[in-house]
Every structure is written in C-alpha cells, then in structure tokens.
C-alpha cells in the first residue's frame, strides 16, 4: 500500500491545537486495516490498525473511555 492512493482526513472536531491524528478509510474494505497517521508529520510512518480494532478505539472515545487520559 503506497501512501499516495491513501485519501487521508481528520476529524472536523479536531481544532485542539494540532494533536491530531489522520485516517485513510478509504482501504478499509479492499484490506481490513485503517492506516494512522500523526496530522503534524504527514510524510512520517504509518500505522495500520486493523478496521475492528479501530472500531473500537473509536466507540471508546464516543464512550469517554479516555477522557481522563
């Protein structure tokens, strides 16, 4: 997978002052994977996360799972 063919996005809520992280779902369903990127350095690596692993992570968050990380 070449980041090229990647369309990367990021949340709209994402105005916190640049701890972002950007998501190309757009392989999700050809591979089952999520590739992770840090918004700051988007010619850095890329983490893939697995599509049910990323759901979670994300139901997590709309949870407040993590709000007192």
């Known amino acids: ?3 090229a063919s990647l369309r990367w996005y990021k949340s709209s809520y ?3 002052g640049g701890d972002c992280i950007e998501v ?3 392989h999700t369903a050809t591979t ?3 590739p992770v990127r ?3 350095n988007p010619g850095g ?3 893939t996360v697995p599509a ?3 759901a979670s992570f994300v139901t997590g968050v709309k949870a407040g799972e ?3 990380v």
Do not use: I, R
Request: hydrophobic fraction near 40%; glycine fraction near 4%.
């Open 38 to 40: 840090d918004s700051k």
């Open 45 to 47: 690596p890329v983490l």
């Open 14 to 16: 994402s105005n916190n």
């Open 52 to 54: 049910t692993a990323f």
């Open 24 to 26: 190309a779902a757009n």
């Open 1 to 3: 997978m070449t980041t």
């Open 66 to 68: 993590f709000d007192t």
């Open 32 to 34: 089952g994977a999520v």
